[in-house]
């Protein structure tokens, strides 16, 4: 008589945590889901309403014109010189 209550209360037991683990994956799905959903949703509105702007080209092209001034040229040429005798 005890082993078959032992049995019953492990079964009520093990259904009762297979109905809690299942409640939680169904939950935590649920709200992985709602999350891209939103997410998606969040992406295409900033998509419309605030599209990307380019880079600014005219500071890009201001740094091309002037190239690199003579005075970092000539200390990475003294540099390299100086390496150059220290590890012949």
Do not use: C, W
């Not at 799905?29 to 969040?42: H, Y």
């Not at 900033?46 to 690199?68: I, M, Y």
């Amino acid at each position: 008589m005890q082993l078959r209550e032992n049995a019953l209360m492990v079964s009520d037991l093990l259904l009762e945590s297979a109905t809690l683990m299942l409640i939680g994956m169904v939950s935590v799905f649920t709200f992985l889901l709602l999350l891209v959903l939103l997410m998606t949703v969040m992406s295409g509105l900033l998509r419309r309403f605030a599209p990307v702007q380019g880079p600014d080209n005219s500071r890009k092209s201001e740094t091309a014109s002037n190239g690199v001034s003579p005075a970092v040229v000539a200390a990475i040429s003294a540099a390299v010189h100086q390496y150059r005798q220290q590890h012949k």
